[in-house]
């Protein structure tokens, strides 16, 4: 049926679960956002992609958007008072459906055409979709014929699909970014501390894209992550990536969702050798651990000189969330050899403001507390943070500051 007809199962009052990143389902929520006889619907979701014609002001009380990530094209409506947040750990968020914490009325998702057993697939994300198409006993489906069908814990059966639309579009792609020379180098130094036989998780951006495209020379590296891009698939092209050396799932590629170019796509779509699971079950910290030499690699918004690290808000403004941070950097820190690492460029603001900073600016959030913290990467350097005292962290990270603001972090109160 059409996409306007598939939701008129949605009433006023219900908690509907949005299927997220690129297997987000468009032509549904713009279908949602014409009916104009809904009010008090919650839509729960993780980072979306396109547009999100619910959120505008126009349609308030009639829609709440709940953020569990926040993705570019939400930051405004949080911002704003239209749209809320929950902080929580990528791990965490199945659990909400699965345990009644939230209790979903529906599910709106995209899949992939059934094959001939009568079974669809969750395609490009499943992170919290498996739990809440579980959870949900109402199921509305995009059925895209460019959706690719992933192995894993993937299915969703044709029968306990309540309505669906049928679509022919591509997905949205997020091409590999050009590389500065300041990411260049933090990549050089991020990729030295990568061995033979790692297990990486890495996801999209320039800093993860800098390291893996250095990383053709190694041998026997595994993956376990929450996501991976374009990068991972040069790595796996290449033969440096095989899988043999982890313990959890080896041979396989473990992810819960993929974003990147058509490329990526392409890679997953009927792979066997890519095992698409929960984020509960891939960003559990003890399923992480017992992989070996685990190289976490997680970006950050500012480190202040005792090893906090903010990496979800600008101040008190939410820019994203706390998503798989705290799962990888605790569960790389479990690995035999493992190497929890924060990367990020020393500045911001065309080099007039640092990201090592004395205190985090007011209102920041703490992802990676200063217990936590290991590795932390600019490009004038990587540091270990851990076991060291307040004072001997202050000074590693002065090191690794922009020369132009290393005095002021000496002179700076509590330093």
């Known amino acids: 049926m059409s996409p306007d007809e598939a939701v008129r199962g949605i009433s006023s009052g219900m908690r509907v679960f949005i299927h997220g990143a690129a297997a987000t389902p468009t032509p549904l929520l713009e279908a949602l956002a014409r009916r104009t006889d809904l009010e008090d619907v919650t839509l729960y979701h993780l980072h979306l992609e396109g547009p999100v014609p619910w959120t505008a ?3 308030a009380g009639r829609f709440r958007s709940v953020s569990l990530f926040t993705g570019a094209n939400m930051r405004q409506a949080v911002q704003e008072g239209r749209a809320d ?3 929580i750990f990528l791990s965490d968020v199945p659990s909400l459906f699965s345990s009644g914490a939230v209790r979903l ?4 998702v995209q899949l992939s055409p059934p094959d001939r057993h009568g079974y669809c697939s969750l395609g490009t994300s499943i992170d919290a979709a498996r739990a809440a198409v579980d959870s949900a006993p109402m199921i509305i489906a995009e059925i895209n014929a460019r959706m690719p069908r992933t192995h894993g814990d993937t299915s969703v059966p044709l029968e306990s699909i309540e309505a669906f639309s049928v679509t022919d579009r591509p997905l949205p792609e997020h091409r590999p970014e050009p590389e500065t020379p300041v990411i260049a ?15 990486l998780q890495m996801g999209i951006g320039a800093i993860p894209d800098a390291v ?4 053709h020379d190694r041998h026997d590296l595994g993956v376990h992550t929450e996501m991976f891009s374009d990068r991972m698939v040069d790595l796996v092209e290449a033969g440096a990536v095989n899988n043999r050396m982890k313990a959890v799932f080896p041979g396989r590629i473990v992810t819960s969702f993929v974003i990147g170019s058509q490329r990526v796509f392409d890679f997953v779509d009927d792979n066997s050798e890519v095992e698409f699971i929960g984020a509960d079950q891939s960003n559990d910290t003890g399923r992480i ?3 070996p030499k685990v190289v976490a690699i997680n970006s950050a918004i500012q480190v202040d000189l005792t090893g906090q690290v903010c990496a979800d808000s600008i101040g008190p403004r939410i820019y994203s969330g706390i998503g798989g941070q ?3 950097i605790r569960g790389a820190a479990r690995s035999a050899g493992g190497k929890p690492i924060i990367a990020l460029p020393s500045t911001a603001a065309g080099g007039t403001v640092s990201r090592i900073v004395p205190t985090l600016t007011e209102g920041s959030g703490v992802v990676t507390t200063r217990g936590h913290v290991h590795w932390v990467v600019t490009e004038y350097g990587a540091v270990n943070l851990h076991g060291k005292s307040l004072r001997e962290r202050a000074e ?3 090191s690794i500051a922009h020369p132009d603001h290393r005095g002021a972090l000496r002179t700076s109160p509590g330093s």
């Open 396 to 398: 590693l990270l002065r």
């Open 105 to 108: 009325d529906a599910a709106l």
């Open 289 to 291: 651990g017992r992989n």
């Open 85 to 87: 947040f929950v902080p």
């Open 326 to 328: 705290m799962d990888f």
């Open 212 to 215: 893996l495209s250095r990383l």
């Open 185 to 199: 180098r933090i990549g050089e130094l991020v990729a030295g501390l990568v061995e033979d036989g790692s297990t």
């Open 57 to 59: 002001p126009a349609h």
